[in-house]
């Protein structure tokens, strides 16, 4: 039986770091995301590949106990080619042939649609939309995306950010979406939409979690109601009076976000970050899941355990380090987390 | 009674940053290292200012029970003009006169010379240097510098970093100065050539600490013998086979140095950051002298009390936000940092 939903991308991902190079490795989001989530739980995926997609890639998949009942054959598989420089911050993508992604329309399989726990990792924000809709009670949904879909789907993604519980961002894709250079401000902009907490992944500085506070939930309370009278869309109503005042009003309030800094792992060798991303959202809502605990206490927790798989990751490349990672290494690292950071 | 000396620059500084700009503001390393070590400790400076320098930041300094036996007039104050683009992470230098810093001879005071608490604040390295050798017995010496003394007298700094009991670097700084990426790297080729801690200021994102290990204490050790058989000169000495042996043999278990990291805080706004890195190395060894205990542990405090400072004097231009704090500010904002590592 699975526990968690999971949609994103399956792909073959051709990546050149400073530190060597692979041609046509399994990644995408999902494939990460469900990968680390199946340390704590049991995932079940929904993508999209092509006929040239290997069968061992499919027993590597299914070895980890992911359901993919969901994942769809079609055309040729998403390839994503790209590289990172000397400081490993960005990926700089060179090509991008979308292939079966290009048509992919998410159909729930009727075996996921009970599932209560839902992580959006990175795709079209229509697509996370979509497959939202389907789901009969989605209980705790986390959402992940991209600069890509901030410059190019903003609307959409606003639309679905509104129903996410957790939302993942990194610092730069957190300034991005709320044109600002405060990580601060831009976490309560994005409380204010509705999610209970967000979280902002700074790769080797570690990762901030902001959850709501009274404020907030006030002022998106007193919004919601000014908004159903008028308006269905709470992004035309936003820019209302009585928008304006609630918002600011929690503005002011900027200094009681509750706030949980999680420190970063100090990787002698970072070969290949591709993927951190995806498998950091994968390990969280992975340990969500398996605590069956919505506490802020316990998002911390796993914030921690999404550092540690994810620091993992990026010791080799691809799936390479994944593949071989057992739960005693995560918990070994756990412990390491807590020795770091005390004082 | 003083217990600290603290040697840097005391300075007029022009700075503008997206949220305004100041004329001339009292400035410096040493100004803002004593004036943040003046919470916890007494310090004693050593600088030189110009007979320009108005009597009102003489007063300023005098009431924060700084020492001022040390402080030189010479021709005109130096003066720092720079400004800070949107991101805030790095000043930019617009012009820089040195003025009474040109000819600056280091005369230590009689009454300074048994102080057993060093700062080497950011100045020219061979000042850093000139003022440890008139000290009778520094027992803990921590040192701090920048990317123009790496660039412009790095055999000099490197000097002085031997004598150094800690070590501070932001990270741009530890790449550049140990040419790598991984700031695990730098902080293990810091520590063989001898303090026994480094720090890693890293802004917004906190600050890492990695003292010295067995292997590092053992290679030192052994590497210290064989140059002074051969050679007065460790850095001539380090190219020896005996040398590299011994730095490959501290390479290879850099899993094993102890590291913490501690957390930055999270300000909602950042109006000039000038003195913050002076101002966390100021209140660092200001809590030390104050404990008197050089355990790795209490360095621990004394980093989040350093970060503490740092994050105050961030959020107003200049010495603004110091003048006005209060022990009880920093006892506050202490406990926020306990609490925002918690999990």
Same mark, same amino acid.
């Given at each position: 039986?699975?526990?968690?939903?999971?949609?994103?991308?399956?792909?073959?991902?051709?990546?050149?770091?400073?530190?060597?190079?692979?041609?046509?490795?399994?990644?995408?989001?999902?494939?990460?995301?469900?990968?680390?989530?199946?340390?704590?739980?049991?995932?079940?995926?929904?993508?999209?590949?092509?006929?040239?997609?290997?069968?061992?890639?499919?027993?590597?998949?299914?070895?980890?106990?992911?359901?993919?009942?969901?994942?769809?054959?079609?055309?040729?598989?998403?390839?994503?080619?790209?590289?990172?420089?000397?400081?490993?911050?960005?990926?700089?993508?060179?090509?991008?042939?979308?292939?079966? #992604?290009? !048509?992919?329309?998410?159909? &729930?399989?009727?075996?996921?649609?009970? /599932?209560?726990?839902?992580?959006? *990792?990175? +795709?079209?924000?229509?697509?996370?939309?979509?497959?939202?809709?389907?789901?009969?009670?989605?209980?705790?949904?986390?959402?992940?995306?991209?600069?890509?879909?901030?410059?190019?789907?903003?609307?959409?993604?606003?639309?679905?950010?509104?129903?996410?519980?957790?939302?993942?961002?990194?610092?730069?894709?957190?300034?991005? #979406?709320? !044109?600002?250079?405060?990580? &601060?401000?831009?976490?309560?902009?994005? /409380?204010?939409?509705?999610?209970? *907490?967000? +979280?902002?992944?700074?790769?080797?500085?570690?990762?901030?979690?902001?959850?709501?506070?009274?404020?907030?939930?006030?002022?998106?309370?007193?919004?919601?109601?000014?908004?159903?009278?008028?308006?269905?869309?709470?992004?035309?109503?936003?820019?209302?009076?009585?928008?304006?005042?609630?918002?600011?009003?929690?503005?002011?309030?900027?200094?009681?976000?509750?706030?949980?800094?999680?420190?970063?792992?100090? /990787?002698?060798?970072?070969?290949?970050?591709?993927?951190?991303?995806?498998?950091?959202?994968?390990?969280?809502?992975?340990?969500?899941?398996?605590?069956?605990?919505?506490?802020?206490?316990?998002?911390?927790?796993?914030?921690?355990?999404?550092?540690?798989?994810?620091?993992?990751?990026?010791?080799?490349?691809?799936?390479?380090?994944?593949?071989?990672?057992?739960?005693?290494?995560?918990?070994?690292?756990?412990?390491?987390?807590?020795?770091?950071?005390?004082?």
């Amino acid at each position: 039986m699975s526990d968690i939903l999971i949609i994103g991308t399956v792909a073959f991902d051709t990546i050149e770091t400073p530190f060597g190079r692979v041609e046509k490795a399994l990644g995408g989001s999902a494939t990460y995301a469900s990968f680390a989530a199946s340390f704590f739980s049991r995932p079940a995926l929904i993508s999209v590949i092509g006929r040239d997609f290997p069968e061992e890639y499919i027993k590597l998949l299914k070895n980890r106990g992911i359901n993919l009942q969901g994942l769809k054959t079609d055309d040729k598989t998403f390839h994503w080619e790209g590289f990172y420089e000397y400081d490993m911050n960005e990926a700089k993508t060179k090509k991008t042939e979308l292939n079966s #992604l290009e !048509n992919f329309k998410v159909k &729930v399989p009727e075996e996921y649609k009970d /599932l209560k726990y839902v992580f959006l *990792a990175n +795709i079209d924000p229509e697509q996370q939309h979509e497959t939202l809709k389907q789901m009969r009670k989605p209980e705790f949904v986390v959402l992940d995306t991209m600069n890509f879909w901030i410059s190019h789907k903003k609307r959409q993604l606003m639309d679905v950010i509104k129903k996410a519980d957790v939302l993942l961002l990194n610092d730069g894709e957190a300034r991005q #979406l709320f !044109n600002t250079a405060s990580l &601060v401000k831009a976490a309560n902009e994005a /409380l204010i939409l509705g999610p209970k *907490a967000i +979280i902002i992944k700074k790769g080797e500085h570690g990762a901030l979690l902001f959850t709501k506070n009274k404020h907030i939930e006030n002022a998106w309370h007193a919004s919601e109601q000014s908004t159903r009278s008028q308006d269905e869309h709470f992004r035309d109503a936003r820019k209302s009076e009585e928008c304006e005042r609630v918002r600011n009003e929690a503005h002011s309030h900027l200094k009681d976000l509750r706030h949980f800094s999680a420190p970063g792992y100090p /990787l002698e060798n970072i070969k290949d970050p591709t993927g951190c991303g995806d498998s950091f959202g994968g390990a969280f809502i992975g340990y969500i899941a398996k605590t069956n605990d919505l506490s802020e206490q316990n998002f911390r927790r796993a914030i921690v355990y999404g550092s540690v798989v994810a620091s993992h990751n990026a010791e080799d490349f691809g799936l390479n380090r994944l593949k071989t990672l057992k739960m005693g290494d995560i918990e070994k690292r756990y412990k390491e987390f807590q020795a770091i950071r005390e004082f």
